[in-house]
């Protein structure tokens, strides 16, 4: 469906060149001379980049349907992650490269919002906090908990984690998956 653009709005998905974009901001100006245009911050579904992009008012732009589905991740194999349909059952994957460094966040069995474009999986959305365990870290001092300093700790994903020097190995941790930082200890 063609969009114009005054209908332009966070969150809309469009697509330009074979690529989707979903909408981060839209700002429609009304300059007091000339004509009305819409400056907008595009999002690539697949790799993250952001883009500015000004459109004049008789511009048109296609929309895309983003079809959003509940998955649960169940392996890796060559490159590909593996995904399993919650309501379906049915197996999708996608390559290692359209996750953007955000990979190193999967768990066996966690559950992650997967969208789709044209039948086909195009991006995953983790949940925003994971707890993990710690594998491996320095051991932790005693008196060093008033401190604000870190240390590196290797969670079970192999994902490397700065986390006060406190945390001990075993310790169970909240991480934020979208700034890979520490948030708190779990008991």
């Keep these: 469906m063609v969009v ?5 709005k966070n969150g809309l998905t469009i697509e330009i060149d074979g690529t989707v974009y979903i909408i981060t901001s839209a700002e429609h100006i009304k300059p007091g001379k000339g004509a009305a245009f819409t400056r907008v911050r595009i999002k690539n579904l697949k790799t993250g980049a952001v883009l500015d992009r000004t459109y004049r008012a008789n511009e048109k732009i296609q929309e895309a349907y983003i079809e959003e589905k509940k998955l649960q991740f169940l392996y890796i194999q060559d490159n590909m992650y593996y ?3 919650n309501e379906t059952f049915e197996e999708v ?7 953007g460094g955000k ?3 999967l768990k066996d069995n966690l559950d992650v919002c997967g969208y789709f474009y044209q ?3 195009v991006n995953i959305d983790l949940p925003n906090f994971i707890v993990f365990e710690v594998i491996t870290t ?4 005693k008196g060093d908990t008033a401190k604000s300093a870190t240390k590196p700790a290797e969670i079970e994903t ?3 984690i700065n986390v006060p020097l406190f945390i001990n190995q075993g310790d169970k ?3 934020d998956t979208r700034s890979a930082s520490y948030i708190e200890r779990v008991y």
């Design 119 to 121: 039948g086909k999986l």
């Design 103 to 105: 990979e190193k966040f």
């Design 83 to 85: 995904f399993m349909d």
């Design 138 to 141: 320095e051991p932790g001092i």
């Design 93 to 99: 994957h996608i390559e290692k490269d359209a996750f």
């Design 158 to 160: 192999g994902a490397l």
């Design 173 to 175: 941790i909240k991480v």
């Design 4 to 8: 114009s653009i005054n209908e332009l």
